[in-house]
T-cell receptor, first 112, second 113 residues
């Protein structure tokens, strides 16, 4: 089992819709969770981070964390074509480390 | 620009050559990370510095790879005797103290001929 799992997609949504991106992780003790956006040929850009169970909202983005289910998601409201990118889920595991473990990413396509 | 800076942006070299990459962190970020990313994969952790101390190295990091961060400022990553499998994007990320998140530089794309 991979430590961080994401559906590779592509996830296709129409402009203006809500895009829902999901991620599961295997280490139950994981403490910190991050979403990065990566455009083709570019480096990852931090979108959201969440440390506590529940929802965290920032503009059009909402991160949701459920530690009991080992599940973290990213909702993008009013999706725009410029949101088309790969979204990487990253987890800081519970053991004594500061590194991030990344999923393989979900490719999002927003069509006009 | 006060973001994480990486140099060079692209490096093409022949198999067997040595290469060195540089990363300049965001000012006052004391934590610095190196990751490697290949096509279709997420970044994989290579090594981590807190100030000048190298605190963690991945088992992926063979003895051909070495990283330094003298004086706790910029960092270098050297690959000796490059192999075809070293072709990847090498990403540097830095973070401040506590639980502050990591921010990535633009990366160095390495191509081995």
């Amino acid at each position: 089992q991979k430590e961080v799992e994401q559906n590779s997609g592509p996830l296709s949504v129409p402009e203006g819709a809500i895009a829902s991106l999901n991620c599961t992780y295997s280490d139950r003790g994981s403490q910190s969770f991050f979403w990065y956006r990566q455009y083709s040929g570019k480096s990852p850009e931090l979108i959201m981070f969440i440390y506590s169970n529940g929802d965290k909202e920032d503009g059009r983005f909402t991160a949701q964390l459920n530690k009991a289910s080992q599940y973290v998601s990213l909702l993008i409201r009013d999706s725009q074509p410029s949101d088309s990118a790969t979204y990487l889920c990253a987890v800081n595991p519970s053991y004594n480390t500061d590194k991030l473990i990344f999923g393989t990413g979900t490719r999002l396509q927003v069509f006009p | 620009d006060t973001g994480v800076s990486q140099d060079p942006r692209h490096k093409i070299t022949k198999r067997g050559q040595n290469v060195t990459f540089r990363c300049d962190p965001i000012s006052e970020h004391n934590r610095l990370y190196w990751y490697r990313q290949t096509l279709g994969q997420g970044p994989e952790f290579l090594t981590y510095f807190q100030n000048e101390a190298q605190l963690e190295k991945s088992r992926l990091l063979s003895d051909r790879f070495s990283a330094e961060r003298p004086k706790g400022s910029f960092s270098t990553l050297e690959i000796q005797r490059t192999e075809q499998g070293d072709s990847a994007m090498y990403l540097c990320a830095t973070a401040g103290t506590g639980s502050q998140p990591q921010h990535f530089g633009d990366g160095t794309r390495l191509s081995i001929l």
